[in-house]
């Protein structure tokens, strides 16, 4: 990770580390093995070069104790998000994220992701992209063998370019927080995930985080707000 410092704080690493959190929820519900596969059928949809770009928003239900939930708010001060294509080698995507904060702090993170399997070089990092041409019911699994996760559904959406086919899945998991020292607040995890089925990148993403102790929820979007790709 690399980071440049124009005022840079800890909040904004407090930052850092809830956005790492919702990779690691994220990829809890949804490391997966595409097993149509072959070794004539790339599962790659992306090139070198295209660039994606997002915004960052976070929401809650009651006023969030910076002390217990740090940085949340500093996902608002988001300016925006950007994951380029750096690199394509057989099934494995290599990529470079850059968070770029309305202070001028800018977070720059390198992921390699395995379309075969799912794994990733940065656990924290940037985990949605996903085999190309996916259907509905085609699998998706989470790290539990155990626990399957499946392409819910299919539906277009229209962009400025003009219609794209646009897969859906969600995945909840549940944990315990860690922050409490008593142990005794849980976190749920609800994940609702929307992408691209010829890329396989990521459109939309929302969690609800809710807590019991005391309750509380709050919800982490991602919008897709242009791309090299198509004209959003």
């Known amino acids: 990770m690399a980071i440049n410092k124009k005022g840079v704080n800890k909040k904004v690493i407090f ?9 690691v929820g994220a990829a ?6 595409y097993q149509n596969h072959t070794a004539s ?4 949809g992306v090139q070198v070069g295209d660039r994606f770009t997002y915004s960052i ?6 006023t969030v104790p910076n002390t217990d939930y740090p940085g949340f708010y500093q996902l608002n001060d988001t300016q925006y998000y950007n994951v380029t294509i750096t690199s394509v080698q057989g099934d494995s995507v290599s990529l470079q994220t850059d968070w770029v904060f309305v202070d001028g702090t800018d977070i720059t993170q390198q992921q390699t992701i ?9 656990g924290n990092g940037f985990s949605f992209l996903y085999p190309a041409n996916l259907k509905v019911s085609d699998p ?15 539906n277009t959406q229209t962009y400025a370019s003009g219609t794209r086919q646009i897969l859906y899945y969600w995945a909840s998991t549940t944990q315990a927080y860690t922050q409490d020292p008593t142990q005794n607040t849980q976190r749920y995890l609800y994940d ?10 990521l459109t939309d993403f929302s969690e609800i985080q809710e807590y019991n ?11 897709l707000t242009s791309s090299t790709v198509w004209n959003v």
Do not use: H, W
């Open 192 to 201: 609702q995930i929307f992408f691209d089925r010829q890329t396989g990148m």
């Open 15 to 23: 930052a850092v580390l809830l956005l790492a959190l919702i990779a």
């Open 57 to 62: 928003t976070g929401s809650c239900s009651d």
């Open 114 to 122: 395995d379309l075969s399997n799912g794994m990733m070089s940065d």
């Open 28 to 33: 809890a519900a949804a490391v997966y093995s």
């Open 140 to 154: 998706i699994y989470p790290q539990m063998s155990s626990s399957k996760v499946l392409v819910n559904a299919t």
């Open 41 to 44: 059928a790339s599962l790659v």
């Open 213 to 223: 102790n005391p309750q509380l929820e709050l919800e982490v979007i991602y919008s």
